[in-house]
C-alpha cells in the first residue's frame, strides 16, 4: 500500500442519516475506482450506542486498504471476543492492514494476513485526547512517504506519544517535511 488518497474517520456516521450515508457513498466510490483509502473506526460512544456503531460500521469495515482502531472499537465492529479474532475477522473481510492499538500497550498489526506487533515508547501520558489521532496521522503520512509499514508505525508511535506527553489535543505534534519527522 504505497498511497492512501481516501482516509475516511467513522464520526461523520454517528452523526445523522445524511452523514452516513456521505461516508458510505465516498468509500464506494474509492472502491470503483481503485483509490487506496483508511478507515478510523474512532467509536465515540456519546454518538450512538455500541449496537448503531455495530449494525452501521460493518456495512463500511471490508474491503479497505487501512483500518485503525482500539481493541474496543475492534471488538463493537468484528464482534469477536478476543483481540486477536477480530485482526482475523478484519482480514477476512478485505481489510489489507488491520492496526490495531491498545492506549500505550503493544500495537497488534496484520499486513495481508500477516502478523506482527510493535511495541510503542513509554511516554508519560499527560493528556491522551488527540494522541490516536496523531498516531494514524503519522502512520499515514510515513506510509504515502514510502516509509515501509514498521517504520510508518513507528513514526506515527512517535507522533501519538508526542501529543500524549502534552496538555491539549494537538499541542506536542510536530511538523515534518514529505510526510516525515524531522
Not at 494522541?131 to 513514526?155: C, R
Amino acid at each position: 500500500c504505497t498511497s492512501l488518497a481516501g482516509a475516511v474517520s467513522a464520526v461523520p456516521s454517528a452523526l445523522s442519516e445524511s452523514a452516513r450515508n456521505t461516508v458510505a457513498h465516498a468509500i464506494d466510490v474509492a472502491r470503483k475506482n481503485s483509490v487506496p483509502t483508511s478507515l478510523d473506526l474512532n467509536i465515540r460512544l456519546k454518538l450512538w450506542s455500541k449496537e448503531e456503531a455495530s449494525a452501521e460500521l460493518k456495512k463500511l469495515a471490508h474491503d479497505i486498504d487501512l483500518s485503525s482502531g482500539g481493541v474496543d472499537e475492534y471488538e463493537i465492529v468484528f464482534g469477536g471476543g478476543d483481540p486477536e479474532q477480530n485482526l482475523k475477522i478484519a482480514a477476512d473481510r478485505g481489510i489489507k492492514i488491520a492496526i490495531m492499538t491498545n492506549g500505550p500497550e503493544t500495537v497488534r498489526v496484520i499486513d495481508n494476513f500477516k502478523r506482527f506487533d510493535f511495541a510503542p515508547a513509554k511516554v508519560k501520558i499527560v493528556d491522551p485526547v488527540g494522541s490516536g489521532d496523531a498516531a494514524m496521522a503519522g502512520t499515514i503520512s510515513g506510509i504515502l512517504a514510502g516509509l515501509s509499514l514498521p517504520d510508518a508505525i513507528a513514526q506515527g508511535s512517535k507522533c501519538g506519544a508526542m501529543v500524549a506527553s502534552v496538555l491539549g489535543d494537538w499541542a506536542g505534534m510536530v511538523e515534518g517535511k514529505g510526510g516525515l519527522l524531522p
